[in-house]
């Protein structure tokens, strides 16, 4: 059950619904409460909702549970930077790099810990720039490279000089407000879309050279710097290629939309021009591939879809793509070998590229789609192996096995006849005779349970069971077993008998007659019995059993009541009460 809430828990977390995944990892905390998995899960889940404090308990007892386990120091620290709790930070981060010195995601918490405790040291400026923290770090350069259009930027020097100097004293912002590219570069760094006025045939301003008011606050800002004699050079201009470029991929987006458009209205030849279109004109994006592979897939182009979806994840690791459009592509694949599939081997190249899909990124969809193509394989098996005649056969062999009184050889020729036809309830009740030859009571009443399930008019399957109770010791359920068969055939002799010699042992035990073993055996085998604890538990039934010792006119109106003397007759079968 605790496994079963984590996985939810699991699932939840990985779709993105953090509160969904806290209540399951709850349920799953309550019924395994000293696991320290299920904390350090818990967690992340309330870190990523941004409640540290709950957070930290969690990391607490995660680490409390389990000190030798470098991940909980990471959870430890992750949530008193939240916090803003720095030198514990630090503190719990070098702690889990004792434990584990070469992991990394300890590394980059620590160096994220020191970095932030090291900017909150410092005195701030009453004029901070409020976009001072966008351009901080390498994590600035990293984006700019990111983004098309920035990348561009990246070639020309004077950009690269007045993003240096932004990244030295953000204040420095205000001296390049006008030219458009740094306002470009805000928005790709705050992540926003800001509208800049067009500039012509090309993404330049004219000139990047400042105003002389500008120049002359620059100057001021920085009065060591001494004026150059020559004018300003002009900027790089974008190539002709890279020009092209640029263009090709707003094309191909335009194109991309387009088939999304005409995927939607169900139009899929037209998507498949559009997406093919945007491929020539940009093969550096990849989801133009896995759109085109899902049209393929609704059109039950499947051979398509699959060389769609092998270029998609060739191209995408020679790009370094996003790992979960890796994982798409391959999911995809496998859906398309899903529905090729017509015979259990077939399950088996699908079955492994879900797997790989959930290497790449564990996605709840992936994960259901795998389970179910494993389900399907495992009943086409069933169904290919399936033969009734072979089935007759190996059963016949286990009879002769069974007259010579070899109970295991004749227990793997039933097997095979089950396997070769798993509804035939004669196989059931002839293995589940084996059984209670060898001993093995628990596989003799399972199979003498399937075997009644299967066909609940063969009488023999009663007989089996009852059998099977009876030497279980389970007398009045062995009792209540051969009732039941005595219903289907009120003659049947073996029924009958097998009534006759319980009810003998549950006489014995009525007057008293066990010895003081078989009565311990029974009695401690009757409080292992679910229904006998639940009588014994019931207030009730307590008073009853009080009333048959101490007020005999009480318990005279008891025995009107049949309820009341099943119960009363089950206490006495298990050897827990007499009655005399």
Not at 23 to 51: E, G, K, W
Not at 274 to 299: F, G, W
Not at 486 to 498: A, F, H, R, V
Not at 515 to 525: F, G, I, N, V
């Amino acid at each position: 059950m605790a496994d079963e809430a984590k996985a939810k828990g699991n699932a939840a977390f990985s779709s993105g619904d953090y509160a969904a995944a806290i209540r399951h990892f709850s349920d799953a905390i309550a019924l395994a409460p000293t696991n320290h998995v299920l904390y350090s899960n818990r967690s992340a889940a309330h870190a990523s909702l941004q409640n540290y404090a709950d957070a930290l308990a969690d990391a607490k007892k995660t680490v409390e549970l389990k000190p030798d386990w470098s991940k909980g120091y990471s959870r430890l620290g992750a949530a008193h930077l939240g916090l803003a709790q720095y030198d514990d930070a630090v503190s719990a981060y070098k702690k889990g790099l004792e434990i584990d010195p070469a992991n990394e995601p300890l590394k980059a918490g620590l160096a994220d810990a020191q970095k932030a405790k090291s900017a909150a040291s410092r005195p701030r400026s009453s004029a901070t720039n409020p976009f001072g923290d966008a351009f901080s770090g390498p994590e600035m350069w990293a984006r700019l490279t990111a983004d098309p259009t920035t990348r561009a930027y990246l070639q020309q020097p004077d950009f690269v000089q007045m993003m240096q100097d932004i990244q030295k004293d953000p204040n420095n912002l205000n001296l390049h407000l006008k030219d458009q590219r740094v306002m470009q570069a805000i928005g790709v760094l705050l992540n926003v879309k800001i509208q800049t006025p067009p500039t012509g045939d090309t993404d330049m301003p004219d000139s990047p050279t400042p105003p002389p008011s500008e120049r002359k606050r620059a100057a001021e800002a920085e009065p060591t710097k001494q004026p150059e004699p020559e004018p300003e050079p002009e900027p790089m201009e974008l190539t002709e290629d890279e020009r092209s470029a640029k263009q090709r991929k707003a094309e191909a987006q335009k194109e991309k939309e387009a088939g999304n458009a005409a995927y939607k209205k169900k139009d899929f030849e037209t998507a498949i021009q559009h997406y093919t279109t945007a491929l020539e004109l940009d093969d550096e994006d990849i989801s133009y591939l896995t759109n085109r592979a899902a049209v393929y897939l609704e059109m039950g182009k499947y051979e398509e879809c699959i060389k769609d979806c092998d270029k998609a994840v060739e191209r995408g690791r020679e790009l370094r793509s996003d790992y979960k459009m890796i994982a798409r592509a391959l999911t995809r694949k496998g859906t398309a070998l899903v529905k090729m599939a017509k015979i259990s081997k077939d399950y088996e190249p699908a079955i492994e590229t879900f797997q790989k899909a959930l290497t790449e990124h564990r996605n709840p969809d992936t994960l259901k789609k795998l389970n179910e193509a494993e389900k399907a394989k495992k009943e086409l098996e069933q169904q290919e192996y399936f033969d009734p005649k072979l089935a007759d056969e190996e059963r016949e062999k286990g009879n002769e096995f069974f007259k010579q009184q070899k109970y295991p050889e004749a227990v793997k020729h039933y097997t095979e006849s089950l396997r070769r036809n798993p509804k035939d309830p004669r196989a059931y009740s002839n293995r589940a005779a084996c059984y209670t030859k060898l001993g093995a009571m628990p596989e003799g009443l399972k199979d003498a349970e399937k075997c009644i399930e299967l066909d609940p008019t063969f009488v023999k399957g009663y007989t089996r069971k009852g059998a099977v109770q009876y030497f279980m010791k389970e007398y009045d359920k062995a009792l209540e077993t051969y009732r039941e068969g005595l219903k289907l055939d009120p003659n049947n002799q073996e029924l009958l008998e097998g009534i006759r010699t319980c009810i003998q042992q549950i006489n014995k035990a009525s007057r008293g007659d066990l010895s003081p073993e078989e009565l311990k055996e029974r009695q401690a085998k009757a409080m292992q019995d679910p229904e006998i604890q639940n009588i014994l538990q019931d207030p009730v039934m307590r008073q009853v059993l009080i009333d048959f010792q101490e007020n005999p006119k009480a318990a005279q109106e008891h025995t009107k009541n049949p309820m009341v003397m099943n119960k009363i007759q089950k206490l006495v079968s298990a050897g827990i009460v007499q009655m005399r």
